[in-house]
């Protein structure tokens, strides 16, 4: 069974910074494109950045590019977001999921970041 | 950026009606479009890919359509597991983009 499971969230001032991390099991994590998407309490789903198999291309929404880096340890099976500069209208719950079109996804993992 | 027009914003519907959820793109994007369910407190849940495919263990009510730039979410029967919201996604181009999003209601 594909499992995504996001943790690092948390309540955050202005400017500082967060790392995000999503443990994936159930599936070979290397062989699969990994997707960050966001979503702003009541709002919509916003795509924020994805990261390719072996980690050699990374794409960034273009509010977050040079605030936010994507990486990941395909040893550990995980896939993190490094968000620094926070700004208010980063909060949101940040959901990872599998592959460029998102065929599974996880909970997700609030952000808060206060002003 | 493609922009993701997606109408209507919400609806009412009751059990057993037709519901059609188009999604319109700024600029062609081929067949790289995808459907998702979210019900509240919830992850979002893939219901149809590549604009027609089925996913895997999706009841067979829901099918999608279109090509270019407009494209249908249908859902035959609305059963009442079915009151959610639903976005699209394309994913032709960077940055991806989803649609506003559209709540269906029980009326």
């Known amino acids: 069974e594909v499992q995504l499971v996001e943790s690092g969230g948390g309540l955050v001032q202005s400017g500082g910074s967060l790392r995000l991390s999503c443990a994936a099991s159930?599936?070979?994590?290397?062989?699969?494109?990994m997707t960050w998407v966001r979503q702003a309490p009541g709002k919509g789903l916003e795509w924020v950045a994805n990261i390719k198999q072996d980690g050699s291309e990374k794409n960034y929404e273009d509010s977050v590019k040079g605030r936010f880096t994507i990486s990941r340890d395909n040893a550990k099976n995980s896939l993190y977001l490094q968000m620094n500069s926070l700004r208010a209208e980063d909060t949101a719950v940040y959901h990872c999921a599998r592959t460029t079109a998102g065929d599974y996804w996880g909970q997700g993992t609030l952000v808060t970041v206060s002003s | 950026d493609i922009q993701m027009t997606q109408s209507p914003s919400s609806l009412s519907a009751s059990v057993g009606d037709r519901v059609t959820i188009t999604c319109r793109a700024s600029?062609?994007?081929?067949?790289?479009l995808g459907w998702f369910q979210q019900k509240p407190g919830k992850a979002p849940k893939r219901l149809i890919y590549?604009?027609?495919t089925l996913q895997s263990g999706v009841p067979s009510r829901f099918s999608g359509s279109g090509s270019g730039t407009e494209f249908t979410l249908t859902i035959s029967s609305l059963q009442p597991e079915d009151f959610a919201t639903y976005y699209c996604l394309q994913y032709n181009d960077y940055p991806r983009t989803f649609g506003q999003g559209t709540k269906v209601e029980i009326k």
């Open positions: 590549a604009t027609s």
């Open positions: 159930g599936f070979t994590f290397s062989s699969y494109w």
């Open positions: 600029q062609g994007i081929r067949d790289d």
